[in-house]
């Protein structure tokens, strides 16, 4: 009867389990009714609804330092070889058999001084019998003259013929040219037995000795008895690329190429000299210039063979804007800094470099003296982030 009612009046019907609800609907209701009475009886104040303060943007520590100028060395750096200016392998020029060894291995020799002894005396014997064939051909040929003079004055009274003459002037001239052939082979018998006395042709270091006292030597021998090195000066060979030729080549003409060498893992600054040759062809090979820079080298601290690394001085920035290197960031668009505005907010600013020096990096454009820039503390900043900057501590750039 019910359910035809509702379908009559068209009433809907209602949801499954809504007559369970019904009850703590209305008790709710109840509750809320009374609180609200209780409140207005009694004269309770209603809680007020705060507004939420927005959050304070907290100010990121970093680490700061400020641009600066300073000179900058613009070098080009290579690896180079220590090799000496001259270097002789000092052979016998005479054969015979080695007296004396007057050097020790290792010993530093000055030019013309005596380093062994060949034995003399066969030299000394070819030398004295040179002497006495000149000696005989002397005594002939003031025979000889004697006869030209004679011949001449009977000529010349009519009692010799024209031809008795010529027949003595022959002679005497014959003897002349044996003279000088006798005195040819006394030059050469002086000159052997100089040879005996083998000295160095320069000043320098004496290395290992080829041969011992009492050895046959020969002038054909392939090795030679020491080889003499020069130490002082000395020069280093090094190359650099070809691209850097144009830049060497117009510094060259306005003045003198510093070099310096260190070490060859570059740690230790060993010596400074000069440029003072740029080969004449590039190796095609691997696109290299080979160049050679002279030092004084009276410390010794350079060696022949000595590998070390070798930086040109190409010019001096004089007065350039550098910053620490650790300022310098990599992105996509290439090179940039943090730099601190009065604010202390953030703004990144692309910046082209040139040369590095001890800790220090040339900005040739993007920044101007004074500037402030982020050095520690990249990673937890952004553009327009708030920062509390701080100074490097002891100022230090390393």
Do not use: C
């Not at 001239?173 to 052997?192: C, F, G, P, V």
């Not at 830049?247 to 000069?274: F, N, S, Y």
């Amino acid at each position: 009867m019910g359910q035809s009612l509702e379908k009559a009046i068209g009433a809907s019907p209602r949801p499954a389990g809504s007559g369970r609800l019904l009850p703590w609907v209305g008790l709710t209701g109840i509750v809320l009714a009374a609180a609200a009475a209780a409140i207005w009886q009694w004269g309770l104040p209603v809680p007020a609804v705060r507004p939420v303060a927005p959050a304070a943007k907290t100010a990121v520590p970093v680490t700061v330092a400020a641009v600066t100028t300073q000179d900058v060395p613009v070098w080009l750096s290579g690896i180079g070889s220590v090799t000496p200016l001259n270097a002789v392998d000092v052979k016998v020029r005479v054969d015979g058999q080695l007296q004396r060894i007057l050097f020790t291995e290792g010993q530093e020799v000055t030019a013309g001084q005596l380093l062994a002894k060949i034995d003399p005396r066969s030299y000394q014997a070819t030398l004295a019998q040179a002497d006495a064939n000149r000696r005989r051909d002397l005594a002939q040929f003031v025979s000889a003259r004697q006869e030209v003079e004679r011949a001449t004055k009977l000529a010349s009274a009519g009692a010799g013929t024209s031809q008795s003459l010529d027949t003595v002037r022959a002679q005497a001239a014959a003897l002349q040219a044996t003279l000088d052939a006798d005195q040819a082979s006394i030059d050469a018998a002086k000159l052997n037995l100089d040879f005996t006395d083998v000295t160095s042709p320069l000043a320098g270091r004496v290395g290992m000795r080829n041969a011992d006292p009492g050895a046959i030597v020969h002038a054909s021998d392939a090795a030679g008895l020491v080889t003499v090195t020069q130490i002082v000066p000395i020069a280093v060979l090094f190359s650099l690329p070809q691209d850097d030729l144009p830049a060497v080549m117009e510094a060259q003409r306005h003045d003198e190429l510093a070099v310096a060498v260190d070490t060859r893992d570059g740690t230790r600054h060993i010596a400074d000299g000069k440029l003072v040759f740029i080969n004449n062809t590039v190796d095609q090979t691997t696109g290299q210039i080979q160049m050679k820079a002279v030092f004084t080298n009276t410390d010794r601290v350079l060696w022949p063979g000595q590998f070390v690394s070798v930086r040109l001085l190409l010019r001096t920035d004089r007065n350039a804007a550098v910053v620490p290197a650790q300022a310098v960031q990599t992105g996509q668009n290439g090179l940039y800094v943090y730099v601190v505005k009065s604010d202390d907010t953030i703004v990144a600013q692309d910046v082209k470099t040139g040369a590095t020096i001890e800790g220090y990096i040339e900005i040739t454009d993007g920044l101007t003296p004074g500037q402030t820039v982020v050095l520690r503390g990249q990673s937890r900043i952004a553009p327009g982030r708030l920062v509390k900057p701080s100074p490097l501590p002891g100022g230090s750039a390393s």
